[in-house]
């Protein structure tokens, strides 16, 4: 699982993918996500991170996560996500 | 610093919502930091918006149109020529450039006027009637395509290609058909405006993606950005654009231009299948309208091409600024009667 290296995140959420132009926001816990992704977290390592800094119990994270990877597949911003 | 000062001639004012390239091309060449440029302005009809840009452009003359054929042309120019003591011409539309390419030779040994415009054989290689055989020779996927003289031979392309399709004209528009019935009603529209042959090619669902570049017409490419459609009128236009990093594009770019030792201005447009692949679908033989976002992005195309046209040596340029993108408006211009008027009976401005 790894995040297309040229994808850009501002502090705002604001995020680019250079290569196809599509731009969206996200709010604080996508960011953290995605800048845990830049440091090469792994899934299982997000996870536990996610129920640290926010209230949410581990099958909710694990749940909801999946869920945003997915996403962030089909956007062509994680590669090699399966 | 003194900048020379050169007088170019600029076709395309038509900034309308299916613009032409003159106005981008013009503010680029006002943008220009090699040269001082008075700009003369070339139109068709007396309606077309940059006309009446005088801020952007110096003095107008209407030209005869494509159909009148060289002559007319030759002799219109010679006019022009007379009182302006032109540089350079820079034609901007694909309807056009037969004429110009033909007589480009007579321009620049009895009159000094410059162009940089591809060979014959070139303009004809891109054509979209024979764009089959232009992407194998350039090695570039291309669409199933064929060309089409009755709205007969629909009904009888049978397996050939499947629906929906696109139908396209020889020069310009580009509808898509779901039925051989939109098919053929389509051909009716399509050859009434730019007539025949009807190109009839294969739909590939994607994300529309371009490249403006320029070649020197010795194989090498001085610049080329490839820019994503974010809004597209209901004519297919760009109304918003951003610049990608998209190193497939520019080296696919690079490819066709060393191939085809392309002179000149030139946009290749894509599409980019969801499993990532490149087909090309046109390459237009002079810069598109949106040339101006290459400008934005730190490639100034005209400028460049106007300096190949005076015999500088131009390197290629070897980045941009990706994630610049250009939206466009429609504004209204306060137009007197008299300038109208005057555009209209004496086809000067």
Not at chain 2, 59 to 71: C, D, E, L, R, V
Request: charge should be negative; proline fraction near 5%.
């Amino acid at each position: 699982m790894n995040i297309n290296k040229n994808i850009a995140i501002s502090e705002t959420g604001f995020v680019f993918n250079p290569l196809t132009g599509d731009s969206f926001s996200t709010n604080k816990i996508g960011q953290e996500i995605l800048r845990k992704l830049q440091s090469k977290t792994d899934e299982i390592s997000l996870v536990e991170h996610l129920t640290e800094i926010f209230a949410v119990d581990k099958a909710t994270a694990e749940k909801d996560l999946s869920d945003f990877l997915l996403i962030l597949k089909s956007y062509q911003i994680l590669i090699d996500y399966e | 610093m003194n900048k020379p000062k050169i007088t170019v001639a600029v076709t395309g004012l038509n900034n309308i919502d299916s613009p032409g390239p003159g106005i981008p091309v013009i503010r680029a060449l006002r943008e220009s930091q090699s040269y001082d440029v008075r700009i003369i302005g070339l139109s068709y009809e007396s309606l077309e918006p940059g006309l009446y840009m005088h801020d952007l452009v110096d003095k107008s003359y209407q030209i005869p149109m494509p159909s009148a054929g060289t002559n007319s042309l030759l002799e219109r120019l010679n006019y022009i020529h007379q009182q302006e003591n032109l540089t350079l011409i820079i034609p901007n539309f694909d309807a056009e450039l037969y004429n110009f390419i033909k007589i480009s030779s007579v321009l620049k040994n009895d009159y000094k006027i410059a162009t940089f415009l591809p060979t014959l054989e070139q303009f004809e290689a891109r054509h979209k009637s024979v764009l089959h055989e232009f992407g194998e020779a350039n090695d570039v996927k291309v669409p199933f395509s064929k060309m089409l003289f009755s709205p007969n031979e629909i009904y009888t392309l049978g397996e050939e290609i499947s629906y929906p399709l696109v139908v396209k004209g020889k020069f310009y528009d580009a509808m898509i058909a779901a039925t051989p019935e939109q098919a053929v009603n389509y051909f009716h529209k399509i050859s009434a405006k730019w007539g025949l042959p009807i190109i009839i090619q294969e739909f590939i669902s994607g994300n529309e993606v371009n490249v403006t570049a320029i070649g020197d017409g010795k194989g090498a490419c001085i610049g080329a950005v490839p820019m994503r459609k974010l809004y597209i009128t209901d004519k297919g236009k760009a109304w918003a654009g951003i610049a990608l990093d998209d190193p497939e594009m520019v080296a696919i770019a690079k490819k066709v231009i060393a191939n085809s030792k392309w002179k000149g201005g030139c946009e290749l447009e894509f599409i980019k299948s969801r499993e990532g692949e490149y087909y090309l679908l046109e390459m237009n033989p002079r810069f598109p309208a949106w040339v101006y976002l290459a400008v934005g992005c730190g490639q100034n195309h005209p400028e460049a091409l106007t300096k190949m046209a005076l015999g500088e040596e131009v390197s290629p340029f070897e980045s941009y600024e990706v994630g610049k993108m250009f939206v466009r408006y429609s504004y209204d211009q306060i137009v007197p009667l008299n300038e109208f008027e005057k555009i209209s009976t004496t086809g000067e401005l």
